[in-house]
């Protein structure tokens, strides 16, 4: 049970200049509550935010949604005509009175930065579209972006998407096998990358290790890469210099009108067991839904600049691009490591380019909070109107810290979603009051929680995160797959009712808490319960820096817990205290059975904790996929269990 108190309130400012007001004042709605409700009905509510927004179809939609199917496949948009690229870029390049407004600042470790207006992205753009084009490359070839945060990696998907090409996300950190696998998996005809990256000041090579993979993926006809000086040897008739290549172009290009259910994107999300899942996207959902998160949830506008600490490798990197562009507001690239050259290298960008809305993950807000606890008192961070947070649960500790860094003034916009829905299920919400690490209700989502059965559960209780109104980016399928894995894995209790694979708790003043993965579930004697909670607890000792709580099978029990903890440096922990230290916050049935300490924890590219290679490794099994790993030898430190 979570008893937080409420600890900020919407201020009559953000009320007020919330695009969320303004769209409700259209509607004659008079609450935040009554707009939920009214959103239910998804065919208004869709029709009338794109009309609010101003999201340009090319050729109108007859129809909004198509459910002849089923919530497993909709069809949105349905006749309609509509580009990504046009709403999130060309019409602002081509508005006299925006073209000229910034788009995109980047700035590498060494300071070095760059600036353009929507019209020169534009522009660069359609160099990067005639380029492929003149590769010969096609509508609907799925094109590879392995790419660093460099301003060319955002020219380089808008490039793909205008000439109706497929985008597939590669994280920049990927060995040579797990980028063949996924390439082979899409049959890419090309891939764009760089030479390489600088990252906490030593280079990081990215075409040698695309070469060896290319080796081994038939298809690929074409490397285009931007080269930085690490004269990378090039293959004759495959390989083409950015430089050389792209920059002669002409920087005109009519963007292809694809159909709103014309594939966009293919991003691969790992699973538990076996290959990685090809996460479909198409035009019209990922361009409607981007616009309707940036402009409502996030409350972007022309003149803001938004940062999150992400990697184009996977949604999220181009998530805060496309809400942002949707708004007509900023983005900002970081090359490199967000703690170098100094470990307040985050607070002194803020400061600098006056970033308006901040996001980071969970486990990079813990690293700053160990390595710069006092950084935003010395900082000017009034500049912040939104800081946000996605992936795994966030503890209570590390939430405080990061909402003090506005003493409280700006919300603290917690997400829970996934790429497969390319957004959110439940997200906290500014027009409502907020408690530490809660999340809330967005329009035309209509989450709920369940138990194992698909029943709705009491308030106070674990349960399965569900939601039951078809999405705009909801994924269409898994790519190349037929319906069966899509279906066993986010309809297991039928079509009615869309399985996200979450565990969250609704507290008795309805507010929403994100518990972990359904996989991470630990069940103790017949008690259910996520590892959040527990780590929760474990992150209040003094000398912990973050941890991970799994269960194992146990004869009596059911399960066991066991906690991994990762101390800050220079720092002395006695697992005895630890597993008291649960034990008297939570009960005798959630004393962990055993506490490690270890130097890591492993962590996908987004910095969420995999529980279960933790699990796996510990147990003795087989690790499985670890592809999409950042830290993969984060695995070794974790012991085996004595048998």
Not at 41 to 52: M, Y
Not at 193 to 218: C, I, N
Not at 360 to 368: H, K, Q, V
Not at 398 to 417: C, D, E, H, L, Q
Request: charged share 20%.
């Amino acid at each position: 049970m979570n008893t937080s108190p409420v600890v900020w309130q919407p201020t009559p400012e953000y009320i007020e200049n919330a695009a969320f007001t303004r769209f409700m004042r259209q509607h004659g709605i008079p609450t935040y509550e009554a707009l939920l409700e009214a959103s239910d009905n998804i065919e208004w509510f869709w029709n009338a935010f794109i009309q609010f927004a101003n999201i340009e179809f090319y050729t109108p939609y007859s129809q909004t949604v198509d459910l002849s199917e089923g919530l497993p496949f909709p069809k949105w948009f349905v006749g309609g005509e509509i580009n990504i690229a046009h709403n999130a870029l060309d019409k602002w390049a081509a508005n006299l009175s925006t073209q000229n407004n910034l788009a995109l600042i980047w700035e590498s470790e060494a300071g070095d930065t760059l600036k353009f207006s929507f019209h020169e992205l534009w522009q660069k753009a359609n160099q990067v579209a005639n380029a492929l084009r003149a590769l010969g490359i096609q509508r609907g070839e799925r094109v590879g972006i392995f790419m660093p945060l460099i301003p060319e990696t955002v020219m380089a998907v808008f490039g793909i998407y205008k000439i109706g090409a497929v985008v597939v996300p590669l994280f920049s950190g990927f060995g040579h096998e797990a980028i063949a696998l996924r390439l082979n998996d899409v049959g890419a005809t090309a891939v764009v990358t760089a030479d390489g990256f600088y990252r906490s000041g030593k280079w990081q090579a990215m075409k040698t290790v695309l070469d060896r993979a290319v080796e081994h993926v038939p298809s690929i006809k074409h490397v285009l890469f931007v080269e930085r000086g690490d004269n990378a040897p090039l293959v004759t008739g495959r390989d083409h210099v950015w430089q050389e290549l792209v920059d002669s172009q002409p920087n005109s290009f009519e963007t292809v009108h694809t159909q709103a259910e014309e594939i966009c994107m293919v991003s691969y999300s790992s699973g538990t067991s076996g290959k990685p899942k090809g996460v479909v996207q198409v035009h019209g959902g990922v361009a409607v839904k981007s616009a309707e998160f940036g402009i409502f949830n996030y409350d972007l506008h022309q003149g803001d600049l938004i940062h999150q600490i992400t990697d184009f490798g996977w949604m999220m990197g181009q998530a805060p691009m496309l809400r942002a562009y949707s708004a007509g507001a900023a983005l900002m690239l970081y090359e490199g490591s967000p703690t170098y050259p100094t470990a307040s290298r985050m607070f002194e960008l803020i400061q600098k380019h006056r970033i308006t809305v901040f996001g980071a993950p969970a486990t990079a807000l813990r690293i700053f909070k160990t390595q710069v606890p006092d950084a935003a008192a010395s900082h000017d961070l009034s500049s912040i109107r939104m800081l946000t947070h996605t992936g795994e649960p966030i503890d209570t500790d590390t939430w405080m810290w990061y909402f003090k860094w506005t003493k409280g003034r700006a919300p603290v916009i917690n997400v829970s979603g996934g790429t497969e829905l390319f957004a959110e299920i439940v997200a906290t919400s500014f027009m409502q009051p907020i408690k530490p690490t809660c999340l809330g209700l967005t329009p035309a989502i209509h989450p709920i929680i369940v138990d194992e059965h698909g029943q709705p559960v009491q308030p106070n209780t674990s349960g399965y995160l569900c939601f039951t109104l078809p999405q705009p980016a909801q994924t269409r399928g898994f790519w190349r797959e037929d319906d069966t894995r899509y279906l066993n894995t986010y309809f297991p209790h039928g079509n009615h009712l869309w399985w996200h694979g979450d565990m969250v708790m609704v507290d008795g003043d309805g507010f929403w808490f994100h518990q972990g993965r359904a996989d991470d579930v630990l069940k103790v004697a017949g008690r259910r319960t996520g590892p959040g909670e527990i780590e929760d607890v474990v992150g209040q000792i003094e000398g912990v820096h973050e941890s991970a709580a799994i269960g194992i099978p146990h004869p009596l029990k059911g399960e066991e817990i066991i906690v991994f903890v990762v101390p800050k440096p220079e720092t002395t922990l006695n697992p005895a205290a630890v597993i008291k230290r649960v034990s008297d916050g939570l009960g005798k049935p959630y004393e962990p059975s055993a506490v490690y300490l270890v130097s890591d924890l492993p962590k996908t590219r987004s910095g969420k904790v995999i529980r279960r290679l933790i699990k796996q490794r510990y147990l003795g099994e087989p690790d499985g996929d670890v592809s999409s790993l950042h830290n993969p030898e984060a695995l070794d430190g974790i012991p085996r269990k004595n048998t």
